[in-house]
């Protein structure tokens, strides 16, 4: 399909008119493309040579009007570190419209295209590195089968944005089958906009979980769906080793998905407390707090919906929360291990396992990786440790346990290297290529897009950033400023 071609559609738009604003984006001066995606156009049926034109800078850029299109930002309001803030709502991103593809509806929307009536003291803007950030993890997470939205291009600009100093400003076209936040729900139920709130939930039902529209107590299997996806989610983050950072009620996906990527961070030496986002002084978002965040998010979810369906009944839902991100979480972390299938001890090893690694700092990655090709030789493990007593003894109860697997080494090999990655995109990788396309370099926003798109492959020309991650770049904290 050619660009001129695209027709969308605005399914958000049939909702009441306190749910969004129509908003016309304001491009940015002099864009340019720094990168498009190739798979996510061909999802959307866009042609590739399509991509490579003036037209698609100016698609990207807010700057094309496209068949149908009614562009609006959302709003939603949220739990901010705890704190309820009764209206958040698109402060930078604008809804161009969706499109209709084999796999449902697929919303775009412009991050970084100017000030719509959400933007409180914001500027509606986005700067380079922060875009950079969010275009690539969010492929990178794709990549590693973690459910997230993802994006289709990165523009930068000459276009000028102050972040304490000035800064240039960038676009990312996302893409996502929905844009619908916890917080979404919660500004409803505060402002008692109860007609609002349930076109809301049909509306979600709908786009995420349409299976359930003819169910009788469907509002109720709603928050159910909610609270396993949720659980799933936080069980991909913990078993991967990602840090999302700023999990308030408005960054947290109705449908499930990674979104809002900020000061994020992949753990490079594993640390159950690591905090990545420097905001968080008292570590509410650390990595070890995401699942129990995860249920708090979903408490403040269930309060939102009480006018819909019984609190006591939603309750009961949440209270087994724990118990699907746990048999997930350890479902995960068994796979990782290689094991056929879990046997009731296989916690203590897990927890062992933990132990060691918190206290031999070793890096989260890429222990797993060199796990994957362990074949009773512990020469390549040991390196990945600073004290090797530990790590023995770790290995000793896991020869025990192979004993009772019934792959072959070689089988064990094969799956555990399809699920341990050699390659995430550590901030220090990150930091590289927002520093050198600051100056105009785009090849290695290509390359991690290269590895982002295929963890698991082994890219000998980018084996560099195989290993664990230099000592003096590790486990830094990022600003929020984006
Ligand atoms: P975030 O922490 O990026 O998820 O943003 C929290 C809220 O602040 C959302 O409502 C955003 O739309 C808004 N926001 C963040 N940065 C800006 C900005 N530069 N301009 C306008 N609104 C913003
Ligand atoms: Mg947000």
């Given amino acids: 399909m050619k660009l001129k071609d695209i027709q969308v559609t605005n399914p958000y738009l049939n909702l009441p008119e306190l749910c969004y604003d129509r908003v016309k984006p304001s491009p940015l001066v002099d864009a340019y493309l720094i990168h498009a995606n190739l798979s996510m156009a061909q999802q959307l049926g866009i042609d590739k040579e399509e991509l490579d034109t003036r037209h698609f800078v100016n698609f990207v850029n807010g700057a ?10 959302m709003c939603y309001a949220g739990h901010q570190f705890g704190f309820f803030v009764e209206r958040l709502g698109d402060g930078r991103a604008i809804n161009i419209g969706s499109i209709t593809t084999p796999i449902g509806n697929q919303h775009l929307q412009l991050k970084g295209a100017g000030l719509t009536k959400y933007s ?15 275009y690539l993890m969010s492929e990178a997470m794709h990549g590693l089968g973690i459910p997230t939205t993802r994006a289709l291009a990165l523009i930068g600009s000459a276009h000028s944005v102050y972040r304490g100093k000035w800064e240039k400003g960038a676009i990312v076209l996302r893409v996502s089958p929905s844009w619908v936040r916890f917080g979404t729900f919660e500004y ?5 906009k109860y007609e609002e709130l349930k076109a809301l939930a049909d509306y979600a039902i709908a786009e995420s979980y349409p299976h359930l529209l003819d169910e009788a107590d469907k509002y109720l299997h709603f928050f159910t769906e909610v609270v396993g996806q949720t659980a799933i989610l936080m069980a991909h983050w913990q078993a991967v080793g990602f840090n999302h950072g700023v999990m308030n009620t408005d960054n947290m996906s109705i449908a499930g998905l990674t979104i ?21 002084q008292f570590g509410r978002y650390s990595f070890g707090s995401q699942p129990a965040i995860g249920e708090w998010n979903l408490k403040a979810l269930m309060q939102a919906l009480s006018p819909l369906v019984e609190t006591e009944k939603m309750e009961k839902v949440l209270s087994h929360y724990s118990r699907l991100y746990n048999e997930r979480y350890l479902y995960l972390l068994g796979k990782k291990l290689g094991l056929d299938r879990l046997e009731e001890d296989d916690l203590e090893l897990f927890r062992h396992l933990l132990g060691m690694m918190q206290g031999l700092r070793v890096d989260y990655t890429l222990f797993f990786r060199t796990l994957s090709h362990y074949d009773g030789d512990r020469t390549a493990l040991l390196k990945v440790g600073l004290y090797h007593k530990p790590m023995h003894d770790w290995l000793d109860s896991y020869d025990e346990r192979l004993k009772k697997n019934s792959s072959s080494t070689e089988e064990r090999h094969a799956k555990m290297l399809m699920i341990n990655p050699k390659y995430v995109l550590k901030n220090y990788m990150l930091q590289e290529a927002i520093e050198a396309a600051g100056k105009g370099d785009y090849t290695l926003v290509d390359s991690l897009f290269k590895i982002a798109q ?7 020309e980018f084996e560099r950033w195989a290993g664990s991650t230099p000592d003096e770049l590790k486990n830094k904290k990022l600003s929020c400023s984006s």
């Fill in 64 to 73: 094309m009007e496209l068949e149908g299109s009614d562009p609006f930002a």
């Fill in 120 to 134: 409180r003291d914001g500027d509606g803007r986005a700067v380079l590195r922060s875009s950079v950030r969010e």
């Fill in 188 to 192: 409803f139920a505060h402002h008692k």
């Fill in 260 to 280: 809002d990527y900020g000061p994020y961070a992949f753990l490079d030496d594993y640390d159950f407390g690591y905090i990545c986002n420097h905001t968080d």
């Fill in 454 to 460: 295929h963890p698991y492959d082994e890219h000998l």
